[in-house]
């Protein structure tokens, strides 16, 4: 193996292990800050001995052994470590007496309970949804703060300081890094899941900018939620966030044009769906419906969202779709998880079922509410009920009050778009 593919090797694994090696550490010396340094010196260090002595059998068992030999050495070397700190040393000295047997057993620890408990811990609900959002992508993730800025449209430096106010929180708290259990994990998997959803949608649909997705977010909360699942096989709502995800992404290529137009779920081209992720997020969906039982009224709101995407994804046509079926759904959702949001979604799949008069008395009965006052959907979504009963020129305020409100360039000029279709129609 020649130089550059032995660093090419280093990188892939890194990357590959780092999750899992901070994941780790940090439930070992109870810092993220401090852990991540380790996982970077155990880089260093391999970028150093790997292209003179060849790839490891195991990098990563090679990788963390590393690490918790730098570890001991920084505890050892400073002798004003709190008393805590020396247990730790002297805990992790004997476990390395044999260098060897380390390298070996490095990885015998149970590592994926420890990654779940790094998430967890990132994901902690005293930590607001950005700033877990932010930290989830930083140590889980491995993106940088620039590509976290980048994907939230965010200052690098802003970014910086939420991640460092996050992991500063985390410390004072004396938050252990070790998984949640019983009904301390069900209490806190919301949490989890609510942060990785949202990862997801701000890729899936952008809430500010020039680019209506932004597919690079929508891969990693993929990836976060395929690491959940791994972890927690037999939870139906982490089945259900990933088939949810796994569906939603599906159509990423279809939902915007040749030059970026937002393309609606009713007049997308099905071809360009991706079939293969619709069977994976089918093939999670069946797993979860497995652990719950075949009824509605089990299921928590992440399985019955993955079941209301699992109604567009078996219609190979638009108008194949089971509307009545989505509605439903929707009428159980409100019940599991009620909001604002959920009712105008309802409305939109009543409307859709039932007529646009069924619609629109739905959205009358929620049209005050607080968060939805200067939420663009809600306009759009009466503008289009207007529009589909005939009532054009009621319509077409509608449209431009929703452009008024949206912040992303795309979604503003297709609510511009339909409000001039509004004057054109005979």
């Known amino acids: 193996m020649t130089a550059g593919e032995t660093h090419r090797a280093i990188e892939a694994t890194f990357r590959i292990e780092r999750a899992r090696l901070i994941a780790g550490l940090a439930r070992i010396v109870r810092n993220v800050d401090l852990a991540e340094e380790l996982a970077q010196d155990a880089l260093v260090t391999a970028l150093a001995e ?133 009904e301390e994990r069900a209490a806190r998997l919301p949490s989890v899941l609510e942060v990785v959803y949202l990862i997801f949608n701000e890729g899936y649909a952008a809430t500010a900018g020039d680019d209506l997705v932004r597919p690079g977010l929508c891969l990693e909360a993929q990836r976060l939620g395929r690491i959940l699942a791994g972890l927690m096989p037999r939870d139906p709502e982490v089945l259900g966030l990933l088939a949810l995800m796994e569906i939603q992404a599906s159509r990423l290529r279809a939902r915007t044009g040749p030059d970026g137009a937002f393309i609606p779920l009713t007049e997308q081209n099905r071809a360009r769906w991706d079939y293969l992720l619709i069977g994976r997020g089918l093939e999670a969906l069946a797993r979860a419906e497995a652990l719950r039982g075949p009824e509605m009224g089990d299921w928590g709101p992440y399985v019955l969202q993955a079941e209301l995407a699992a109604c567009h994804a078996r219609a190979r046509q638009a108008a194949d779709t ?105």
């Not at 491995?142 to 800025?149: R, S």
């Not at 959920?342 to 646009?356: T, Y």
């Not at 005939?390 to 452009?403: K, M, V």
Request: proline share 5%; glycine share 6%; aromatic share 6%.
């Open 322 to 426: 089971d509307w009545a079926r989505i509605a439903g759904l929707y009428d159980r959702l409100r019940v599991v998880a009620a909001s604002p949001v959920v009712d105008l979604n309802r409305a939109i799949a009543h409307s859709m079922a039932f007529g646009p008069d069924a619609g629109l008395r739905l959205l009358d009965e929620i049209a005050a509410a607080d968060a939805l006052r200067n939420y663009a959907p809600l306009p759009a979504a009466k503008g289009d009920f207007l529009f589909r009963a005939g009532r054009l020129a009621e319509a077409r305020p509608e449209f431009e009050a929703a452009a008024r409100l949206a912040r992303n360039a795309r979604e503003r000029a297709f609510l511009l778009a339909r409000a001039e279709a509004c004057l054109n129609q005979p």
């Open 50 to 182: 790997w292209p003179r002595t060849g790839v490891p059998t195991k990098p990563g068992a090679w990788l963390m052994a590393v690490a918790k030999r730098r570890a001991i050495d920084a505890l050892r070397r400073d002798k004003m470590r709190e008393r805590k700190h020396e247990e730790i040393a002297r805990t992790l000295d004997e476990r390395s007496n044999d260098a060897a047997l380390a390298i070996e057993a490095a990885l015998d620890d149970d590592l994926g309970d420890e990654l779940l408990g790094l998430i967890f811990a990132a994901c902690h609900p005293m930590l607001s949804p950005d700033a877990r959002a932010a930290l989830t992508l930083r140590v889980v993730g491995g993106l940088t703060t620039d590509e976290i800025a980048r994907a939230f449209l965010s200052s690098e430096a802003a970014i910086a300081q939420r991640i460092v106010r996050a992991k500063k929180t985390i410390a004072k708290a004396g938050l252990g890094f070790e998984t949640p259990r019983g």
